[in-house]
């Protein structure tokens, strides 16, 4: 008897992931939501990436200049709050070389900024 509770201690530390909190198989509530939310997130991101693609050279003068309009535009298309924005051209301006050669990369990062 004592084998069978040895074993199943020993078996349960198998697993090479803990039980995921919002498996669709066991609660399809969160599940849901994330599907949601997934979408909401694809939505947002489109419409950030049309905006730095469509005016790459406009955003990357408004990043080395500290603002501008096609800048503020992106940032609250990606959900960047007012108060984290200051903080954020920072970061930009900082990593510009990151971003001069890559609109993709821009998005992303604008989009990682956003909530």
Known sequence: MRIHLVLCVLLMGCATQPPQANSTVSTPGP????????????????LVEIIVKANFAEISRDIRAGGGPVLTRAMVAAG????????????????????????????????????
């Open 31 to 46: 599940g849901a939501a994330t599907t949601r939310q997934t979408g909401i997130y694809d939505n947002r991101r489109g």
């Open 80 to 115: 960047i709050p007012p108060a984290d924005r200051p903080t954020r051209l920072i970061q930009l301006q900082s990593n510009f070389g990151l971003y001069a050669q890559s609109p993709g990369a821009l998005v992303t990062t604008l989009m990682l900024y956003g909530r």
